[in-house]
């Protein structure tokens, strides 16, 4: 079974962390709606969707997605890179234990999972304002025994590396090529967002199909032209807080 861990927005998701973005009002009941029709397509999809209550001490705590990388058989506990966030970590550690061997990142090392890319074996962890060169030491120490290849992408101009670059299809990456250097995935397939559309390169892939923002036709229509299945989704408030469709799960096989 194909877990999905989510977690309910905070009624203070008003006074979220911001990097790149202008800050805007958010409509905590709208941002709320939005997130239940997350939360419903994950289940229309065949996940089983463990919801955790609102924390609202922590405005981005819908973010689940910063706060771990879990893999096959363990999961490593990240330090996000703005302090605010970092007592959201213990919620879904323990939220998380039942299904994994926890390993976590200690200071200096800061480090957001939305700065983490797994591509089958291979770990790409930007280097962003949320994420530095210690977390990836550690990361290698952690990872590569286990059998995973490391590598840091330099990241400019956007908050996450899965701002600028997700899996889309086997092998296949949607990518805005100015914000990352596109050579590190010249073994891949690449389908670069639409040159209007630079926040567009976000996406979720569940088996074979693609959650995605809508508000974003021009990339959606080129998703749809490689032949993958695209579910568009209202994330308009989420999006206000620097969020997207990646950062809002985290994904477990049990």
């Known amino acids: 079974?194909?877990?999905?861990?989510?977690r309910q927005v905070s009624s203070k998701i008003g006074h979220c962390e911001l990097t790149h973005l202008q800050r805007q009002s958010i409509n905590y009941a709208l941002a709320s709606e939005q997130h239940r029709a997350y939360e419903q397509t994950l289940q229309a999809l065949g996940l089983h969707v463990v919801s955790l209550p609102p924390e609202s001490d922590f405005p981005d705590s819908v973010f689940v997605e910063d706060t771990a990388l879990v893999l096959d058989d363990f999961a490593v506990m990240m330090r996000p890179g703005a302090e605010s966030r970092r007592g959201e970590v213990p919620s879904i550690a323990q939220a998380l234990q039942p299904y994994r061997q926890l390993n976590y990142l200690q200071d200096p090392a800061i480090v957001d999972g939305g700065d983490i890319l797994l591509v089958n074996q291979h770990v790409y962890i930007g280097l962003s304002s949320r994420?530095?060169?210690?977390?990836?030491?550690?990361?290698?120490?952690?990872?590569?025994?286990?059998?995973?290849?490391?590598?840091?992408?330099?990241?400019?101009?956007?908050?996450?590396?899965?701002?600028?670059?997700?899996?889309?299809?086997?092998?296949?990456?949607?990518?805005?090529p100015g914000w990352i250097d596109t050579r590190i995935f010249s073994d891949y397939s690449i389908i670069p967002v639409d040159p209007q559309e630079p926040q567009g390169a976000n996406a979720l892939l569940i088996a074979e199909d693609v959650i995605y923002p809508a508000g974003f036709p021009g990339t959606a229509g080129r998703l749809r032209r490689h032949g993958l299945d695209v579910i568009e989704l209202d994330v308009s408030e989420l999006m206000k807080a620097e969020g997207a469709v990646t950062c809002c799960s985290l994904l477990l096989n049990t």
Do not use: W
């Not at 079974?1 to 989510?6: D, E, N, P, S």
């Not at 550690?138 to 908050?159: A, F, H, S």
């Open 131 to 176: 994420s530095n060169h210690d977390a990836v030491i550690q990361l290698i120490e952690i990872l590569e025994p286990r059998g995973y290849m490391v590598t840091p992408v330099e990241v400019r101009g956007c908050l996450h590396l899965k701002s600028a670059v997700s899996l889309v299809a086997e092998n296949t990456l949607l990518i805005n």
């Open 1 to 6: 079974m194909v877990f999905a861990l989510t």
